[in-house]
């Protein structure tokens, strides 16, 4: 393998594979960010789902009295 060679393949790896890899990367990214948001939404409803029934139940006890 000549000079001339090796730096035609490490050109052709930059500019066309790196290339690709980096366009990938970045729309692993946005997915990966919108199923953040997804998990964080449903971690809110659950938390939500749980603490208002109590906080009712609360504000019944204390009514009661």
Do not use: F
């Not at 946005?30 to 409803?45: F, G, P, S, Y």
Request: charged fraction near 30%; charge should be negative.
């Amino acid at each position: 393998m000549t000079l001339k060679e090796l730096t035609q393949i490490v050109l052709e790896i930059r500019d066309n594979h790196l290339d690709h890899m980096k366009k990938d990367i970045d729309q692993m990214d946005r997915k990966i960010e919108k199923m953040d948001n997804r998990v964080w939404a449903i971690l809110i409803i659950l938390v939500t789902a749980v603490v208002i029934p109590a906080v009712i139940d609360v504000i019944k006890s204390a009514g009661v009295n």
